[in-house]
């Protein structure tokens, strides 16, 4: 085994658009090089929890969230691999400049590290009060336009990256270059004082803002830009179908995301280097991952989609990139085994020889790295809270929305307090009213505060609705684009058998049963 992990989550990164897995458009040398070099490149590798916090939460605690609540905490009953890793006295560093996770329901996900460096700036991180006054000029980023035009108002998240852009001068003072450097310089400086101990990099790019400094700016633009830079995409169904976007500003929003990603791929070499340089790589198994991938205009049932708007995981979001350094494992090789974001925490607590102490649903890939076995799992279930649940054979994916409405939905939760009570101007947690009642988690014994939602209630932030009796399932070893939704073929009958399996294994709610009609 080995005696170190370093972990390295890009947040939003696109598969298909990596070099390694065979995209074209950008530029991703280091990510590339280090997947024939030195990892294991999986090619079945799908989300769980959806989005940004849910995902962390499968990675740091094993356990799927999706199906009992949208995004929060680590709860009371959960011990995540850091405080495990802590309790056996192995140093666990966290390096990040993702605001989400030092924020109201996110905030302590951080906590349970040995210790973490915050590099601020990054999103609507509220790092600064007002713009450096020094600054001549404006960083002229545009950061408005979208909440103006799909919202019709102002809100605070893009303000917060407006007061922190002012204090970017070179590209080392982005938030993401600053990561990468911080994470090589622990590599340098840290490791030669502990025996054991892990990494975990939780770099925000190439998540939006799509704002890169000159050299990167408009490299990918065919022409010149004229207008107005756009950094923040929309999140919607038919940006461009609708109106919303026309369809340079699409080009555009684009060309902006690949300049970021071949950016902080640039950064990614540092790590690179310091892994090098300070001989680990025969010690240290190195993870290169993300929560999800980003719609960038990929077209879904006719309307190109942006963000992570409320559809089923269409594979440019839910079919993600996992890379894996493993010491004595020759590089450039292909695992085509089914995973998921939970297999990471059951990778961790196999490497360094810890239990959770709670309820957990990963499978080790250990087996599949060493080539002691070729499959670790039958199925893979993922989806947003109160939305769509998905189930994946790796060959076929299922996606059943509501049968009728959205109900009945409950929330389970002991962190009330510290859920997102508002973020950016969303409603975010509604208190629990009369209807509460205590319960317990499946695999506890400990009371948890089940809160039930009915029509016509205000649902938590980032609550989908699904829309009723819109199932979705693909062959994607013949349809890989998602073009013929076989809903109705003899094939339906045994996935909706294999969701009621994966659910009766998660032991997840009476009410996802039910309002899924699975009962």
């Not at 349970?112 to 590099?119: C, P, R, V």
Request: hydrophobic share 40%; proline share 8%.
């Amino acid at each position: 085994m080995p005696r170190n992990v370093v972990v390295i989550l890009l947040d939003s990164l696109n598969r298909h658009d990596l070099g390694c897995y065979g995209g074209r458009d950008f530029a991703t040398p280091h990510l590339d090089r280090f997947a024939a070099a030195r990892a294991t490149r999986f090619t079945r590798h799908v989300t769980g929890s959806l989005p940004c916090m849910p995902a962390r939460h499968d990675i740091l605690c094993g356990a799927l969230d999706f199906l009992w609540k949208p995004w929060g905490s680590i709860e009371l009953w959960e011990r995540p691999v850091t405080a495990a890793l802590r309790d056996e006295a192995i140093p666990t560093m966290l390096i990040s400049d993702h605001p989400h996770l030092f924020e109201t329901g996110g905030e302590n996900y951080h906590t349970d590290f040995f210790a973490w460096d915050y590099q601020r700036g990054h999103e609507g991180d509220a790092w600064r009060t007002h713009p450096d006054p020094s600054w001549v000029g404006s960083p002229a980023v545009g950061a408005s336009w979208f909440y103006e035009r799909q919202a019709g108002r102002t809100i605070d998240l893009e303000r917060g990256y407006d007061r922190s852009r002012t204090f970017f001068r070179a590209e080392a003072d982005f938030p993401g270059p600053r990561v990468m450097a911080a994470a090589a310089d622990w590599l340098r400086r840290a490791t030669p004082h502990h025996d054991r101990w892990l990494l975990f990099v939780d770099e925000f790019d190439p998540h939006e803002p799509f704002d890169v400094p000159a050299p990167w700016e408009g490299m990918y633009e065919d022409d010149p830009w004229a207008g107005e830079r756009l950094i923040w995409p929309p999140y919607a169904v038919g940006g461009v179908s609708k109106g919303l976007l026309s369809e340079a500003e699409a080009r555009h929003l684009r060309a902006n995301y690949g300049a970021k990603v071949s950016m902080i791929d640039h950064w990614f070499g540092r790590v690179l280097a310091a892994l090098d340089e300070q001989e680990l790589w025969d010690t240290t198994a190195v993870v290169v991952c993300t929560d999800h991938g980003h719609y960038l205009g990929d077209v879904r049932a006719g309307d190109d989609l942006w963000g992570k708007p409320g559809v089923p995981q269409y594979e440019p979001l839910g079919h993600a990139p996992l890379l894996v350094h493993w010491p004595g494992v020759e590089g450039g090789g292909a695992c085509d085994a089914l995973t998921t974001g939970v297999d990471l925490h059951a990778t961790l607590t196999d490497v360094f020889g810890v239990t959770a102490g709670h309820r957990t649903h990963g499978r080790s890939l250990v087996p599949l790295l060493t080539g002691e076995a070729t499959s670790i799992r039958d199925w893979a279930i993922g989806g947003v809270w109160g939305n769509w649940v998905q189930v994946t054979d790796g060959r076929r994916k299922y996606a059943r929305a509501p049968v009728g409405d959205p109900f009945p939905l409950s929330m389970w939760s002991n962190r009330w307090s510290t859920m997102p009570l508002h973020l950016a101007g969303v409603d975010g947690l509604p208190p629990p009213d009369g209807r509460a009642v205590l319960d317990t988690m499946p695999g506890t014994d400990i009371p948890v505060i089940r809160q039930p939602y009915a029509p016509g209630d205000r649902l938590p932030f980032w609550a989908g609705h699904g829309h009723a009796d819109q199932h979705h399932l693909y062959d994607l070893d013949v349809d890989p684009d998602e073009g013929e939704n076989r809903v109705g073929e003899a094939a339906e009958a045994e996935l909706i058998d294999l969701l009621r399996t994966s659910l009766v294994e998660l032991e997840a709610p009476d009410d996802q049963f039910e309002r899924l009609g699975l009962s």
